[in-house]
């Protein structure tokens, strides 16, 4: 027994449509496991309402960025350009000279 035309079109069109998603959500994912640099770097560029409204977004960052840390375990180390980019910091260079607070985001 044959297909309607119909009926294929549309397991056509349902297939390319969740491969598409798969490749995003791979895309978006491997994006997350970058450093910050580049995540930013690509994110920038990302459309965030699919992102973060079509893809389950919150719990992949989640994922991709859970560390495996104990409380008392000290930080990695790690590199990033300060807000002017004219230079880099590195966290190790302030390890044991005095507290360093970490700010992620916004805070106006």
Do not use: C, N
């Amino acid at each position: 027994m044959k297909m309607p035309k119909a009926l294929t079109w549309l397991i056509r069109g349902v297939a390319v449509v969740a491969v598409a998603y798969v490749a995003f959500f791979a895309t978006i994912l491997g994006a997350m496991l970058q450093p910050p640099e580049r995540f930013g770097q690509i994110m920038k560029r990302a459309p965030a309402a699919l992102v973060w409204g079509l893809l389950p977004g919150p719990r992949m960052w989640l994922w991709a960025r859970g560390g495996h840390l104990a409380e008392g375990e000290a930080a990695p180390d790690f590199t990033l350009s300060t807000a002017d980019r004219t230079s880099r910091v590195t966290l190790s260079s302030h390890r044991g000279q005095r507290p360093v607070v970490l700010v992620f985001g916004s805070y106006t």
